[in-house]
T-cell receptor, first 111, second 115 residues
Framework: DTAVSQTPKYLVTQMENDKSIKCEQN?????MYWYKQDSKKFLKIMFS???????INETVPNRFSPKSPDKAHLNLHINSLELGDSAVYFC??????????FGPGTRLTVT | AQSVTQLGSHVSVSEGALVLLRCNYS??????LFWYVQYPNQGLQLLLK??????LVKGINGFEAEFKKSETSFHLTKPSAHMSDAAEYFC?????????????FGKGTRLSVIA
């Protein structure tokens, strides 16, 4: 009964390819997030969606495009991948009490 | 803008010793405060949080943290370390004046437990 799930767990691809990461939550939360964890383990917000509406878009290249088909899903599409995009991407969903539940992460490696 | 400072990128303790991981925040209004743990190749798990009320909060796995407004701190402690506590620990804050704001994380502290 996974609360926040992500697929795939590992993604290895070449530069300039386009890839997607999917996220689903079964917690009934209205808000979902994408975070990026770099090689030094630093976590930073990328996007935030509330009820399928984009509410936060940090300074992320426009090659990254989130899409929320419904409030239980938030997918991340990345165009024209670059070496610097290699990282672990975490999806999370949040409650009104501000705590957030994280998915297991997707380790993206761009070669 | 809020920021979080975790003193010590790596802390090493002996099994059975006290664990103390430090976290300080900077914001004019005390934020909501969280500690998360990340085991190798896994996602983040919430250990505990402070939103309001009692300033000493207890979490899972025997951890607790105390919110000290005067020191802008939210240090994490555990009386007796276990080998299974070895992991990366993140302190995080969110703005209590805005709904559904994302978390701002510290840089993390790696805890090693020596047998």
């Amino acid at each position: 009964d996974t609360a926040v799930s992500q697929t795939p767990k590992y993604l290895v691809t070449q530069m300039e390819n386009d890839k997607s990461i999917k996220c689903e939550q079964n917690l009934g939360h209205d808000t979902m997030y994408w975070y990026k964890q770099d090689s030094k383990k630093f976590l930073k917000i990328m996007f935030s969606y509330n009820n399928k509406e984009l509410i936060i878009n940090e300074t992320v290249p426009n090659r990254f495009s989130p899409k929320s088909p419904d409030k239980a899903h938030l997918n991340l599409h990345i165009n024209s991948l670059e070496l610097g995009d290699s990282a672990v991407y975490f999806c999370a969903s949040g409650t009104a009490a501000y705590e957030q539940y994280f998915g297991p992460g997707t380790r993206l490696t761009v070669t | 803008a809020q920021s979080v400072t975790q003193l010590g990128s790596h802390v090493s303790v002996s099994e059975g010793a006290l664990v103390l991981l430090r976290c300080n925040y900077s914001s004019s209004v005390p934020p909501y405060l969280f500690w998360y743990v990340q085991y190798p190749n896994q996602g983040l798990q919430l250990l505990l949080k402070y939103t309001t009320g009692a300033t000493l909060v207890k979490g899972i796995n025997g951890f607790e943290a105390e919110f000290k407004k005067s020191e802008t701190s939210f240090h994490l402690t555990k009386p007796s370390a276990h080998m299974s506590d070895a992991a990366e620990y993140f302190c995080a804050v969110s703005d209590r004046n805005s709904g559904n704001t994302p978390l701002v994380f510290g840089k993390g502290t790696r805890l090693s437990v020596i047998a």
